[in-house]
């Protein structure tokens, strides 16, 4: 990546971080006396208002919110370069700052031109753009974000301790958790139970991604005569399968999650992951495609399963 193109990528990111208290300001004034004061925030299950604030301090809880997001999400971006690790960061401030700004405009959209707050109904389609709009935002940032992973060159491939015969079947079953990922789950999910008697909307986000977070911290890994196949969750999907004729090689390391794009399953120029948390992993080497990875303790079992497989088919077995 050249100095130019980053510095053009940067700006785009810290165009979208920033425009997020800025597009709070901008519907406050777009809208001017044409509120209703309170603003209704938040609807029974029967579409009904049955909760309100003022005007003045729900535009100043959400600027100021928005705009000291938007300010720790920035200073964060200026060293993602030095510290890779403060890219998560800026990912999660962008996203909560948008969340905010969107819910706002939302709900200055519903109620302009009523004349109460009881007068005012939400729309389905604005609850959608609540959730679609921040999620479609970050993502954007994601992508934008000048931080280039770690490259390794091609590993040869190791000799395996293991010898096969010919009609031998193997499995072999592993996993990898990551507690973290568990409790940060269940916190947004508590988040969301408590959000609901504020502003549903808000509550739905949280809720939809404590649940995927919560079911996406344990990965299995299964290793047999055909394919490496790797599952989330406790229903065991979904499901990625790499079979082995496309694997050269298989090999232990550490997984670093912002060098392969993240948590969960990720697809990046460096090849594809599934990853639950930092540590142990096993990385397979394909042929004419990208790497794959995936966190899973005791990984030199699982490549030296793979590479005695891989050995006995080179040989004809």
């Not at 060159?153 to 499995?171: I, N």
Request: no cysteine; proline share 7%; aromatic share 6%.
């Amino acid at each position: 990546m050249t100095t130019r193109l980053r510095h053009l990528r940067l700006l785009a990111v810290g165009a979208l971080v920033a425009l997020a208290p800025i597009s709070v300001g901008l519907y406050r004034l777009a809208y001017g006396g044409d509120l209703p004061d309170p603003l209704p925030t938040h609807w029974d299950a029967g579409g009904d208002v049955d909760g309100t604030t003022g005007l003045a301090r729900f535009t100043g809880t959400v600027l100021g919110v928005t705009g000291a997001l938007a300010a720790v999400s920035l200073a964060l971006l200026l060293v993602a370069r030095r510290r890779p690790s403060t890219v998560l960061g800026v990912v999660i401030g962008s996203w909560v700052a948008w969340v905010l700004a969107t819910t706002y405009a939302a709900v200055l959209s519903a109620a302009a031109g009523a004349a109460t707050a009881e007068d005012v109904s939400l729309r389905p389609a604005l609850v959608v753009a609540v959730v679609l709009v921040p999620s479609l935002v970050t993502a954007v940032v994601w992508l934008l974000v000048p931080f280039a992973p770690r490259r390794t060159g091609q590993v040869p491939t190791p000799a395996s301790p293991l010898t096969l015969r010919s009609d031998e079947r193997v499995t072999w079953v592993g996993q990898a958790s990551s507690p973290a990922m568990l409790l940060a789950g269940l916190a947004l999910v508590l988040a969301a139970v408590g959000t609901v008697f504020v502003l549903w909307p808000l509550a739905l986000t949280l809720g939809i991604v404590g649940l995927t977070v919560t079911w996406v911290h344990r990965i299995m890994v299964r290793v047999d005569d055909q394919a490496v196949t790797v599952a989330w969750g406790p229903a065991r999907w979904p499901r990625v399968t790499v079979p082995l004729s496309e694997v050269t090689a298989a090999h232990p390391t550490t997984i670093e999650p912002l060098a392969w794009g993240g948590w969960g399953y990720r697809v990046t120029p460096r090849g594809h992951a599934a990853v639950a948390r930092r540590g142990p992993g096993l990385v397979l080497s394909r042929r004419d495609r990208s790497p794959f990875a995936v966190t899973v303790d005791a990984p030199d079992d699982a490549a030296d399963l793979v590479n005695a497989v891989l050995a006995r088919n080179s040989s004809g077995g």
